[in-house]
Nanobody, 123 residues
């Protein structure tokens, strides 16, 4: 199994920035396509961003383009989500996901998931 551990969540004011990290273990990290998802109370889990194995291709939820940036450091077995200009609508549990797909996956069809990290944006 692949273990994914998110970190970096917490409280942030509207307009601020936050960077989430996800450390992976159990498989060769460079063989994993990675993604970020979020889920607010009472809502469905939503796709946030995805990145291919080598970081050459990135994809975002349309409404988040320009504010969020996904990146990865294969030497550190870590994927990141930079969140900028946050607002209360960004409040959610953010999940990291991994799959051995050769290409990025733009939906919830990932094999492995982290337990999530809470992000709370105050108004």
């Amino acid at each position: 199994q692949v273990q994914l551990v998110e970190s970096g969540g917490g409280f942030v004011h509207t307009g601020g920035s936050l960077r989430l990290s996800c450390a992976a273990s159990g498989r060769t990290f460079s063989s994993l396509a990675m993604g970020w998802f979020r889920q607010a109370p009472g809502k469905e889990r939503d796709f946030v961003a995805a990145i291919s194995r080598n970081g050459g291709n990135t994809y975002y939820k349309d409404s988040l383009k320009g504010r969020f940036i996904i990146s990865r450091d294969n030497a550190k077995n870590t994927v990141y989500l930079q969140m900028n200009s946050v607002n209360p609508e960004d409040t959610a549990v953010y999940y990291c996901a991994a799959d051995e797909s050769a290409v990025a996956i733009l939906g919830p069809q990932y094999e492995w998931w982290g337990r999530g990290t809470q992000v709370t944006v105050s108004s």
